[in-house]
């Protein structure tokens, strides 16, 4: 990585939810993108993102965001299985259902992760 020691990632230090949205901004580039390994490094900034989300959830014991981040684990999940990451995709699915997810964004008719879903 070019900024490896010349400036350190804040990440650890952001909010659960600005590290939602970090994970939705680098999902919503990946689904835009046209170039696999561009593709698969979004995924696992995505991924990042999200493990520093799920710890802050946690930490905090905040339960409003479980349906978000399950629904990004299910998107990224859809993303790489399209890729043909076929097993990483099912675990990322499993972990949405770590996270509550019931496809409640499908039964109602919400729109990818634009909306919170609470269960």
């Not at 952001?14 to 593709?39: F, Q, V, W």
């Not at 479980?66 to 990224?76: N, P, R, S």
Request: some cysteine; charged content about 30%; overall charge positive.
């Amino acid at each position: 990585m070019v900024f490896g020691s010349v400036i350190s990632s804040p990440r650890g230090s952001l909010s659960l939810h600005k590290a939602l949205d970090l994970a939705k901004l680098y999902l919503d580039n990946a689904l835009m993108s046209k170039d696999p390994e561009i593709i698969l490094v979004l995924c696992h900034d995505t991924e990042v993102s999200l493990s520093q989300a799920k710890r802050a959830a946690k930490l905090t014991e905040d339960k409003s965001m479980y349906g978000t981040i399950a629904a990004i684990h299910v998107e990224l999940g859809d993303l790489l299985s399209s890729q043909g990451h076929r097993d990483e995709a099912k675990a990322f699915r499993k972990k949405a259902e770590k996270w509550r997810y019931v496809k409640v964004y499908q039964v109602l008719g919400v729109d990818r992760i634009d909306r919170q879903v609470a269960i």
